[in-house]
């Protein structure tokens, strides 16, 4: 491992992600691993664009031209929303201001920060999601006759039958199933809140088929992941990035078969897929959003808008954009006050 070059920037991140948020400010796990990706994200990103390790990075690089930077890269090069372009900066901003306090040296640093905007979310945003044909495709591109296939096609079923965030997914533990006359599984999901989705038939089916491989004998009471990985003898909760890797495997395995399967398939699209399918065959929207744990409806109010402009597209593409035996006028403005006034000055 190489040496830290700026000692201090490393040891006030750790107190930062070990102590101060978890024990003063109280926040959830999920925030503090989410603010350590942001930041670990962040110190990869300016080590490459210095060409440096990423423990040679300095307090010094961290300016606002570099974070705007870093920022357009998420949104430009990875694809992000507003949403998660948002949340980064806010960790970046957290921590900077936390470093501040203790170190007055870096006042000037959280003053820069906070000229950067946050980005604007449209009302009712633009939601990806796959056609019923695509997700069939997904589910049949892994080999099931393999230990990995058996689980990485389960990961996916779960993923879409329940419409479970990822970090939801990967939390749930053998005892937060209940296979009964009513199957379900209880999610923590975010702000600690929790709330119980019921299983379809076929995704028990495949749960059975997974616990005799992967849980044969386990109690129902057992604090085992659900999903995990094996090194060395000794189990872990599987990550996201080994989630995301296994299932962009299989959506260019599937898109050889289906043109539908989108080129960027990431865990979240299962989610807003599951909902877009529910609220396409009739399910109501108020049902949806509980079942997605949304706050309020009104953020469940994306899938009506998603499917209503799948509708008017679909209209053009048949008529065009105008209504039969009608002709577009052109209005022309000719009086030059009367502009002024039009333009607002």
Excluded at 230 to 244: I, N, Q
Excluded at 280 to 288: S, Y
């Amino acid at each position: 491992m190489g040496k830290v070059k700026d000692e201090q920037l490393f040891s006030l991140l750790r107190n930062f992600l070990l102590i101060y948020l978890p024990n003063q400010r109280h926040a959830s796990s999920n925030t503090v691993k989410a603010y350590r990706t942001a930041w670990n994200q962040l110190l990869k990103y300016i080590a490459g664009q210095k060409k440096i390790p990423m423990m040679s990075v300095t307090f010094g690089m961290i300016r606002y031209e570099m974070v705007v930077a870093y920022l357009d890269w998420l949104s430009e090069e990875k694809g992000v929303g507003p949403a998660t372009r948002n949340n980064r900066l806010a960790a970046i901003r957290a921590f900077i201001t936390y470093a501040s306090a203790c170190r007055p040296e870096y006042i000037s640093l959280s003053s820069e920060l906070a000229a950067i905007k946050i980005q604007k979310k449209k009302r009712f945003r633009e939601v990806d999601y796959m056609s019923e044909d695509a997700v069939k495709a997904l589910f049949a591109a892994p080999d099931t006759r393999t230990k990995m296939g058996l689980r990485d096609q389960f990961l996916m079923i779960f993923l879409y039958d329940t419409g479970a965030r990822i970090q939801e997914a990967l939390d749930v533990k053998i005892c937060d199933l209940r296979i009964d006359k009513t199957p379900t599984v209880t999610l923590h999901g975010k702000g600690g809140k929790i709330r119980v989705v019921p299983l379809m038939k076929d995704t028990v089916q495949h749960l059975d088929n997974y616990m005799g491989v992967f849980h044969k004998g386990e109690s129902v009471f057992s604090t085992e992941w659900l999903f995990y990985v094996e090194r060395k003898g000794s189990r872990s909760a599987m990550c996201d990035d080994t989630a995301r890797l296994r299932i962009q495997k299989y959506a260019e395995l599937a898109r050889e078969n289906c043109p539908d399967v989108p080129e960027r398939v990431h865990p979240h699209l299962w989610r807003h897929t599951r909902a877009m399918h529910l609220y396409q065959h009739g399910m109501d929207l108020t049902m949806i959003s509980q079942w997605l744990g949304h706050k309020q409806v009104e953020t469940t109010l994306i899938y009506a808008y998603a499917d209503t402009e799948a509708k008017r597209k679909a209209i053009e593409k048949a008529m065009g954009t105008g209504l039969a035996g009608t002709e577009s006028v052109n209005y022309t403005v000719s009086d030059e006050d009367m502009l002024r006034r039009l333009y607002g000055l």
